[in-house]
């Protein structure tokens, strides 16, 4: 269920005030796992659950200063840890990190708790953005309903 | 470990700064332009050497973990000014003062932000955010620059 494609990127742009730009370069980039990469021109991308969690990611993520390319690296192992917890959020990893190793190679890693001992990481918690997409979803339903 | 008082003192160039920590000599340059890195003198004249105090190289060692992590220049030299005050202040104490820098987005009216703390546990209280362990890297310094024990 989460990853049926219910939003187009206009309405996305709008619920999490996202400019289109950056959409398009998430989707062309593979950051954002869309069902239909390519819809065709005149056809808006549509956005599943999922892909609303990979999309506030990306821009919590671009806020901080990380380029888009670069994330687009790790994006498969980032959307693996997210699928892995809409699928399972109760026994699933909570958090993601990036994080580098004494290699200075940059390196995902999921994990239950907060005790992490990297001396360099982005920490992610899916659980805070999973609940953040839920409350955002439930105020855009409360305006449509009272239209 | 070192007297505090030679944290400041500008030991290393440049050159040796880069091939000690593998840090190309481009981005110490322009850490050093951008401000990222305050050194005591960012501008020696044509042909002197910048010069890195210990606390230089931990600014500069802090700044290439968080590119190396993707993010950009750009952003690190709109927070040079908190990080500095943020590492400076770590220095003051490495044994008790909180070892985490952390950087995490907020949004104000104005927009995105990004805001830069220190903490002692690198927990992820936000859905995304940046932690450095300022103590490993000060230690990792030390031990490239084969200081001893005092």
Redesign the interface.
Known sequence: MHNLPIFSTKQVSQMFGIPRRPLTAFAELQIVDHHDQRPGTGNSRRYSIANLLQT??AW??Q?????PK??SRKAEHLNYGIARYLDEPKTAPR?T????NDE?E?KVMWHTG????????????LK??HE?INDKLAKETAIYYAE | MPNKMNYNLPILTAREVSERFEIPLRALKQYAELGIVNLAKPRPGIGTARRFSITNIVQAYTAWHLQIMGVNQKKISTLQKDMIYEINQFLDNVETNNRHLMLWPSYTDYGPQVDVGRSDTPKPLFIGSVAINLRTLYETVLEKLEWSEQ
């Open positions: 506030k990611l919590n993520l806020t901080l200063g990380v380029a670069k994330l958090y990190s990036i994080w580098l200075m940059v907060t005790t992490l001992t990297y001396p360099a990481s982005i920490l992610m918690d805070k953005l953040e």
